[in-house]
């Protein structure tokens, strides 16, 4: 469960690769700080740090988490913590987790579990192809 540092002068972004499942809410809601199309594809500094922090926060699988630099406060998890599902089987989790993986506890505030028993990455959904159906 290993993320890759992107450094900013306000706000560093992490992201897991393996996590993301490419719901996009990064991409659609800061392009030019999420840019695909880019190397590194994070630019946190062209961007406001509280506008990155925001929609680092949307990203539903937690692949995406920041840590603020210039004092202001970290993501706090929600409370109570939330559980929704849609048809696919996917489990969307927001709130204070410690979910157990093959490599350690991952210490998060948001996740998308698998419900429908086919990913290849449990307990994390992968967007396998019968969950996208
Ligand atoms: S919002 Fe999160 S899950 Fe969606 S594409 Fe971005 S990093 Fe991946
Ligand atoms: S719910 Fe997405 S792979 Fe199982």
Known sequence: MSFRTYNGQDIDVEFNVKLCIHAAECVKGLPNVFDVDKRPWISPDNEAADHVAEVVER????????RRKD???????????VIESDSSGKLFIRGHLNIETDEKMLDTSRAILCGCGYSNNKPFCDNSDICRN
Do not use: V
């Open 59 to 66: 990203c539903p699988s937690g692949a995406l988490r920041y």
């Open 71 to 81: 004092k202001e406060p970290n993501e706090k998890a929600s409370t109570p913590t």
